[in-house]
T-cell receptor, first 113, second 114 residues
């Protein structure tokens, strides 16, 4: 399977704990995106990488959120000191330089108790 | 501010009839538009796209129409099938800018009734 892979698929944590999600994009794609989706809403843009460079971060991304793509391949999204409001589906997507559409992974669902 | 709007949260259509999903945008820099379909517990999957240099793009049962002057696009599905029941997201990007963040609308939940 050469699609976008995300893990874990589901994470349940207690408030105040740190969590990390991983995304493996389609191998030849140099652009990688993180989105957050809550019930009844569309995917909300969080951040975007071109190769290893993080080109933009949304104002939604507080100081507790950090994303990396150290070698321009896989990416991680870490949330520190989780809050109940962080409960959401975290979606990763990738696309190539010459294609328009984003290819999404199946998402990582975070539940903060 | 919501740059991509889908004002109908839900839509019900009889099997075999046409489904029309609407989308409006506010940012005149947007030049590339996409439609995605999402089933529960899955990531969105790409359906069809259109560049701002066109006003129509067709792929099988799916056709997207773009009216740039009205900043409006629509997705037509004909004939509608029960398997089309899903949430549909409209998305837009400004590819001619130096970066291409893709902005999504809130979605329309389509139910196709057998």
């Amino acid at each position: 399977d050469t699609g976008v892979s995300q893990n874990p698929r589901h994470k349940i944590t207690k408030r105040g704990q740190n969590v990390t999600f991983r995304c493996d994009p389609i191998s030849e794609h140099n652009r990688l995106y993180w989105y957050r989706q809550t019930l009844g809403q569309g995917p909300e843009f969080l951040t975007y990488f071109q190769n290893e460079a993080q080109l933009e971060k949304s104002r939604l991304l507080s100081d507790r959120f950090s994303a990396e793509r150290p070698k321009g391949s896989f990416s991680t999204l870490e949330i520190q000191r989780t809050e109940q409001g962080d409960s959401a589906m975290y979606l990763c997507a990738s696309r190539g330089a010459n294609t328009g559409e984003l290819f999404f992974g199946e998402g990582s669902r975070l539940t903060v108790l | 501010d919501q740059q991509v709007k889908q004002n109908s949260p839900s839509l019900s259509v009889q099997e075999g009839r046409i489904s029309i999903l609407n989308c409006d945008y506010t940012n005149s820099m947007f030049d590339y538009f996409l439609w995605y379909k999402k089933y529960p517990a899955e990531g969105p999957t790409f359906l069809i796209s259109i560049s701002s240099i066109k006003d129509k793009n067709e792929d099988g049962r799916f056709t997207v129409f773009l009216n740039k002057s009205a900043k409006h696009l629509s997705l037509h599905i004909v004939p509608s099938q029960p398997g089309d029941s899903a949430v549909y997201f409209c998305a837009a990007s400004a590819r001619k800018t130096s970066y291409d963040k893709v902005i999504f609308g809130p979605g329309t939940s389509l139910s196709v009734i057998p």
